[in-house]
C-alpha cells in the first residue's frame, strides 16, 4: 500500500494534536488535584477539592466548617468522616486513603474504635485522582 506525502502529514497532524490534547488533559488535572477535608465537633465538617494548591484548599474547608475544626489535605486521595448516629456530638472517626472504599472503611473503623455504637457516614469528598 502506497501513502501520498499529504495523507502521511495529516496522520502525523492528527497524532500530534492528540498528543497534545491527551498531555494537557494530564497538566489540568494534576495541576488542579490538591484537596482538603476540616472535620470538627458533633458532625461539622467542611471540604474542598480539586484546587490547585493545598493551602487554597485548606482555607476553604476550614472556612465551611462550623467551630474548631483540623483539616486534612488530601492529594489524588479520599476523605471521609463516620459519626455516631446515636450521639453526633460523640464518637467520630475520619480518614484519608488513595480510594474512597478504603476512606470511608477507615472511618468508620475508626469511629466504632472510638466508642461508636451506630456510625455512619456523614461526609465525604475526593480530588481530581481519588
Known amino acids: 500500500m502506497i501513502v501520498s506525502t ?8 492528527f497524532i500530534f494534536a492528540l498528543t497534545l ?17 476540616a472535620v470538627g465537633k458533633c458532625g461539622a465538617y467542611g471540604q474542598a477539592y480539586d484546587y490547585p494548591a493545598e493551602a ?3 482555607a476553604a ?14 492529594k489524588r486521595a479520599c476523605a471521609a468522616l463516620a459519626v455516631d448516629m446515636t ?5 467520630h472517626g475520619y480518614a484519608v486513603k488513595p480510594k474512597i472504599s478504603s476512606s470511608l472503611n477507615a472511618a468508620t473503623k475508626k469511629c466504632y ?9 456523614r461526609a465525604w469528598a475526593c480530588d481530581a485522582k481519588g
Do not use: D, H, S
Open 113 to 121: 474504635e472510638y466508642g461508636g455504637k451506630e456510625c455512619v457516614i
Open 61 to 74: 474547608a476550614l472556612k465551611q466548617c462550623k467551630g474548631q475544626c483540623t483539616a486534612l489535605t488530601m
Open 21 to 37: 490534547l491527551l498531555a494537557g488533559a494530564r497538566f489540568v488535572t494534576e495541576a488542579w488535584g490538591a484537596g482538603a477535608f
Open 87 to 91: 450521639n453526633p456530638c460523640g464518637p
Open 56 to 58: 487554597q484548599a485548606r
Open 6 to 13: 499529504a495523507q502521511a502529514q495529516r496522520r502525523a497532524l
